[in-house]
């Protein structure tokens, strides 16, 4: 492939860099289509990762480069001719004054940065301060009507316990560590 000098500023710009070639990279890479041509000179493409670029890949890095360079001759031109309409047409506004506000404690602190921003807590909603006797108030109420509580006890019967040691779980395994080892049909009488 044949590449103009626009071609190859394109694709500088966007971070390829062009080595020439010698004849035997020439003779190892012609037919994986990564031997280019400038001014008759066969050169290799590379972005600086140690592969070469492919006839494929360097035409979608210079359409890249050339849409970049588009877009900045472009923005370039609308923003002289919007100066240029601007000062011409129309002197500038004048710019409202800024108004002094009071600075009251709750504005310093909103304008305070915080070193980190607090999120609630999950499974707990946060209640206003002003809310804050009411709930110890209706604590203290539900305490009072509840009384000690009382739990049932677990049923052991038929429960193997857990190993000694914590993670050896296959030193007892299936029907005995789920407490169902006299149900497993091993176990059963014949």
């Not at 500038?92 to 921003?117: D, F, G, H, N």
């Not at 609630?120 to 109420?141: C, F, H, M, W, Y």
């Not at 539900?142 to 193997?160: E, K, M, Y």
Request: aromatic letters at 4%; charged letters at 25%; proline letters at 10%.
């Amino acid at each position: 492939m044949q590449l103009s000098p626009k071609d190859i500023a394109a694709a500088e710009a966007c971070g390829v860099t062009f080595l020439p070639a010698t004849p035997a990279q020439v003779q190892r890479l012609a037919m994986q289509r990564k031997v280019f041509y400038a001014d008759g000179q066969p050169i290799l493409a590379t972005r600086g990762d140690g592969f070469y670029e492919t006839v494929g890949t360097l035409q979608q890095v210079i359409e890249e480069g050339l849409q970049q360079q588009r877009d900045l001759a472009a923005w370039q031109d609308s923003a002289a001719t919007s100066e240029a309409s601007t000062a011409a047409d129309e002197p500038p506004l004048p710019q409202p004054e800024p108004t002094l506000v009071e600075a009251t404690p709750e504005l310093v602190r909103a304008m305070e940065p915080s070193s980190r921003p607090k999120r609630p807590r999950r499974g707990r909603s946060a209640a206003p301060s002003t809310d804050l006797q009411l709930i110890e108030e209706k604590n203290e109420v539900s305490a009072t009507l509840a009384g000690p509580t009382q739990h049932a006890a677990a049923p052991t019967q038929g429960v193997t316990p857990r190993p000694a040691q914590p993670g050896r779980r296959w030193m007892v395994a299936g029907a005995a560590r789920r407490g169902r080892i006299d149900k497993h049909w091993s176990t059963r009488q014949r």
